[in-house]
């Protein structure tokens, strides 16, 4: 289903800056429910002042957990950096196929946090392309080549994401948004992990989860991102690929109720135990290391 343009204004107007002006037509391609199942690509992204196409954009999906990846790299750069967010390890083979054909080198495969409902694609990943490094935060308690905190900012080429520290669904998420200076991407982009999923959040009944501490952590590092802030979350299961800061401070079901409200929803949700868990967690705290590839 396409959503009329008129319905979302300011999404409609990002999506004709970061697409070449033909394709502004009546119509919005970024918000379609993916066309294939397993991957759903957004459009290259236009950096800055819209002169040079430095970034290049995928958002990726992997249908068993509604788990969507991102792809960014510096086109722009010689060597064409690019990272990988939540990678997941069904769609290792799909992801590093994607990167060698569109001639990049993967740098860093980032998570947002320790997932539960699948197993990261890190462990694959390095084990198949050995100079790659893994990320995440050092609040997480899991292994990796880079430990990151509120503030940092992990450089690809002349672009870079600046880290946020957005617990509350665990104790370790982050959010990382691209970069507020000249040549970084405009408008910017959040990977928000499952502290922020449209219309909703993730949940904080597990892994040092806490309500309370997920509301003031959307609410002040998420919700003060410029309005035109496009959102992209961990997980989509109602066929929604993006948002904006504008569109989840008026129509989250859960964000936009008062702090205690907020918590007593969230104190009532009676979802089920994460059928993933007892495996994603164990592995993902090692980084998704997989059992050594079989030598041919």
Do not use: W
Not at 23 to 30: G, I, K, Q
Not at 168 to 189: F, I
Not at 267 to 272: F, G, K, R, T
């Amino acid at each position: 289903m396409v959503v009329p343009l008129r319905l979302i204004p300011r999404l409609a107007a990002a999506a004709c800056r970061l697409t070449p002006a033909a394709s502004c037509a009546p119509r919005l391609v970024l918000r379609r429910a993916p066309l294939l199942p397993a991957l759903a690509m957004a459009s290259a992204y236009s950096a800055g002042s819209g002169a040079d196409r430095r970034l290049l954009f995928r958002q990726l999906f992997e249908k068993e957990s509604s788990t969507y990846t991102y792809l960014l790299a510096d086109v722009a750069d010689p060597d064409k950096p690019a990272v990988l967010i939540d990678p997941v390890d069904r769609t290792v083979d799909r992801d590093l196929n994607l990167i060698k054909e569109l001639g990049l080198k993967l740098v860093y495969a980032m998570n947002t946090h320790v997932h539960a409902d699948h197993v990261t694609g890190t462990g694959l990943i390095k084990a198949k392309l050995p100079g790659v490094k893994s990320v995440i935060s050092k609040a997480s308690g899991a292994k990796a080549d880079h430990f990151v905190d509120h503030g940092d900012k992990i450089h690809f080429g002349n672009l870079f994401l600046e880290v946020r520290s957005t617990p509350g669904h665990t104790s370790g998420c982050v959010t990382y948004v691209t970069g507020d200076a000249d040549g970084q991407p405009s408008p910017r982009m959040a990977f928000t992990g499952d502290a922020l999923i449209i219309r909703a959040c993730g949940r904080t009944d597990f892994q040092g989860g806490s309500s309370d501490q997920l509301y003031q952590s959307v609410h002040s590092q998420i919700f003060t991102l410029p309005k035109d802030t496009l959102l992209y979350p961990a997980h989509d299961y109602k066929g929604f690929t993006v948002s904006t800061v504008e569109e989840e401070v008026a129509y989250n079901a859960r964000l936009t109720k008062d702090k205690e409200t907020f918590k007593t929803i969230m104190n009532n949700l009676n979802l089920s135990y994460p059928k993933m868990m007892d495996v994603a967690v164990p592995a993902n705290l090692v980084c998704g290391i997989q059992d050594p590839l079989p030598k041919i």
